[in-house]
């Protein structure tokens, strides 16, 4: 099948090929073929429009101007046929000027001439045959295939004069790419804006590897289209129980997601990717965010049609051929669809997997997507989640901070007689005499390290990218476990495995500060709001508070008040209490720091801390990683457990309020947010922003506004 603007084309009585123009709505029937055609691609260019068709005998192309002149003359139209006995054809292509054509047949690519019977070059390589191929249009010496064999290759053609002469496989030792999939490759496109392979398996996963030089062709993206399409029902049924029952007409919440007993469990083998016209049907939507600025693909699978969004690889809209009662095929055998849409609508064709049957389906693309995401936009709206708090601060209701109780001033009464000391007159020496020799204005030592010129960053420049200065931390080689700048930019905390903390400032040149004191390695350090404190974790289960001006902790929680280790800790609410995270839960602690010292009592802390409450994190064993705003009032709280997991806590409201399930394919291991900057303004909306990383799965950008 194949699908173009304004026409469709599939074969017709096995060996006749059909081209049905959409807008006129009128068949044209083109006989040439003696075996059932196997392959159906249309030109890249719109004038000529060209038609390629393949059966096993011979390879034909058709000009569809000149076939439809000859039929309104009242002629029999005819092609050029450009290959012959070639064997089982499964797959045609176009080059980018249509002067090519990429045959697949068997365990070979043949490239043809587009104007006469001419073999350009025979490319092999493959151990099984070969389900697609597709050109690179921004360098047209490359051509990718995938074949069954669940291998891609991509290869770089040299053209000599007119003809390709020599073929060069294009890898660094083997002479080729080279990707094992666990299932056959099925389905192949080339993202042109993005520069990027995606294929699909016959197993629903589709791959996603980056062709940018220096990339060496890495993957981007795994996708289990499987999960997805089961994540994205549970959250359309969610939303409708939220919202009402009455209020959901989308046929996805009404499905049950429990497999009935006795019933197949269906693949989703991928026989299409196309690239979806997304954004120019909802440019007048005022549902869809105008921050939709990302590509979309359709995804044709044996069951239906999914929309997945590039940008996040979630799954935006489902099709599923047994919604519709008037559609008599259940499981398609292979599919095609117009690239672009028509007054928002596209064109689907699809054969039937077990009869000779051709459907045509006009989707109606904004109402698709409408009905399964309205109720789950809604649903968000009402209660939307935000960074900066929108309402008035209510800690008396939740943080409960209670003022220690004072001892009033009263009149001290001796009821007996006390002996006097004897010291009834002045003392004749001099104890001690002030130092009268200090300069005015004398700038501390803090002030001195830790100058910096604050200059206003210019928008228009690039990142700062550019090597600066490296510095040993130690003279034995030791893993720096932590790391974090203070919030005027000057200072500089390290957290090392040699147990120890360092403060350097900012221009790398002397170290201001180091702390000892714990017996493990340093987990995380952070900075407090007026910078005077810092707050470190260590495998030790231990917490400490120091003074940046002293060497001595202001604050010590030992080993008895947390039973598993504490992973990373920091001031919360502009210091008003310490979060750290402690196996699956989380704590909030209010504190006072004291650093005055008693005589009689030395070596006891003056400073005290008292738990406010503990949040457990749902179906997790460890929080991986946990981040709150510090440096204006903010409620949320985000925590990343070891089930792959997000989830978002209200600590006005003390209860979560979110979960992500399966933000990562592994355990996030940090989470960073906008938490603002003393030297720019931000719009209120870009502190809802934050970032998470995983090792082995990139770097992915959120939005808390819509968990996304």
């Known amino acids: 099948l194949a699908c173009s603007h304004h026409h469709c084309a599939f074969p017709l009585n096995r060996n006749e090929l059909c081209i049905w123009n959409t807008a006129t709505a009128q068949p044209l029937r083109l006989s040439g073929h003696h075996y059932s055609i196997s392959a159906v691609s249309f030109g890249s260019k719109p004038n000529p429009l060209l038609v390629c068709s393949a059966s096993r005998e011979r390879v034909?192309?058709?000009?569809?101007?000149?076939?439809?002149?000859?039929?309104?003359?009242?002629?029999?139209?005819?092609?050029?046929?450009?290959?012959?006995?070639?064997?089982?054809v499964l797959h045609v292509r176009f080059s980018p000027d249509d002067q090519q054509v990429a045959v697949c047949a068997g365990k070979w690519i043949y490239m043809l001439s587009a104007k006469n019977e001419v073999i350009l070059a025979e490319l092999d390589g493959h151990l099984a045959p070969v389900t697609a191929a597709e050109f690179c249009t921004w360098e047209k010496s490359m051509l990718v295939s995938v074949s069954e064999d669940r291998t891609f290759k991509a290869r770089k053609l040299f053209e000599s004069c007119i003809i390709i002469k020599y073929l060069i496989y294009v890898y660094s030792g083997n002479n080729f790419i080279f990707f094992e999939a666990a299932f056959p490759l099925l389905s192949l496109l080339i993202d042109e804006e993005n520069k990027q392979i995606i294929t699909g398996c016959a197993e629903g996963q589709l791959w996603i590897f980056s062709l940018i030089s220096g990339h060496n062709y890495r993957c981007v993206a795994l996708i289990n289209l499987k999960k997805e399409q089961e994540k994205f029902c549970n959250k359309v049924w969610k939303s409708g129980k939220k919202i009402g029952e009455g209020q959901n007409t989308s046929k996805l919440c009404k499905t049950n997601n429990m497999r009935p007993e006795g019933s197949v469990e269906t693949s989703l083998p991928v026989l299409l990717i196309e690239h979806c016209d997304f954004l120019i049907c909802f440019r007048n939507e005022e549902n869809i965010s105008s921050a939709l600025s990302t590509n979309y693909f359709w995804i044709g699978s044996s069951t239906g049609l999914l929309i997945i969004n590039l940008a996040n690889f979630e799954l935006e809209g489902f099709l599923s051929y047994k919604d519709y009662s008037d559609l008599s095929i259940r499981f398609a055998g292979s599919c095609a669809i117009t690239r672009k849409a028509v007054n928002g609508k596209v064109l689907c064709l699809i054969t039937s997997m077990f009869e000779d049957i051709i459907a045509v389906l006009e989707v109606n693309l904004a109402a698709l997507v409408r009905t399964q995401q309205t109720d789950f936009l809604l649903s968000r709206n009402k209660k939307s989640l935000s960074v900066i708090a929108r309402y008035r601060i209510t800690l008396n209701v939740f943080f409960p901070l209670r003022v220690k109780s004072t001892v009033k001033d009263q009149p001290l009464v001796f009821h007996n007689k006390i002996k006097s000391s004897g010291y009834?007159?002045?003392?004749?020496?001099?104890?001690?005499?002030?130092?009268?020799?200090?300069?005015?204005?004398?700038?501390?030592?803090?002030?001195?390290?830790?100058?910096?010129?604050?200059?206003?960053?210019?928008?228009?420049?690039?990142?700062?990218?550019?090597?600066?200065?490296?510095?040993?931390?130690?003279?034995k080689p030791t893993p720096i476990c932590c790391i974090e700048y203070s919030g005027d930019g000057e200072m500089l905390a390290c957290g090392l495995a040699d147990k120890a903390v360092l403060i350097f400032n900012s221009n790398l040149t002397n170290t201001y500060n180091v702390f000892a004191g714990h017996d493990g390695a340093v987990n995380s350090v952070g900075w407090s709001h007026d910078k005077k404190w810092l707050v470190s974790a260590s495998e030790d289960r231990t917490l400490r508070v120091w003074s940046v001006c002293k060497n001595e902790p202001a604050l010590i929680l030992g080993k008895e008040k947390f039973l598993k280790t504490v992973r990373f800790a920091q001031f919360y609410f502009i210091d008003a209490f310490i979060l750290l995270c402690c196996g699956s839960e989380f704590h909030l602690l209010s504190f006072h720091l004291d650093t005055t010292k008693d005589d009689l009592k030395r070596y006891k802390q003056r400073s005290v801390c008292k738990l406010v409450q503990k949040f457990p994190m749902a179906s997790t064993m460890e929080i991986t990683s946990l981040s709150a705003v510090n440096d204006f009032y903010s409620y949320i709280v985000l925590t990343a457990g070891s089930n792959r997991a997000l989830e978002v806590f209200d600590l006005n409201a003390g209860c979560s309020t979110a979960v992500i399930p399966e933000a990562h394919t592994r355990s996030v291991y940090q989470i960073c947010q906008n938490k603002g900057s003393s030297f720019s303004a931000q719009q209120p909306e870009a502190y809802n922003l934050f970032m998470t990383t995983a090792a082995g799965d990139g770097i992915k950008l959120w939005d808390l506004r819509t968990l996304r």
Do not use: H
Not at 62 to 87: H, M, S
């Open 60 to 88: 034909i192309v058709w000009n569809l101007d000149e076939c439809t002149q000859k039929v309104q003359e009242g002629l029999t139209p005819r092609g050029i046929v450009i290959g012959t006995l070639l064997g089982m």
């Open 424 to 475: 009834t007159a002045a003392p004749q020496m001099t104890m001690f005499s002030p130092n009268n020799n200090l300069k005015k204005k004398e700038v501390s030592k803090w002030k001195t390290t830790c100058k910096q010129k604050n200059k206003e960053y210019p928008l228009e420049s690039y990142p700062p990218v550019k090597y600066e200065k490296e510095i040993s931390v130690t003279c």
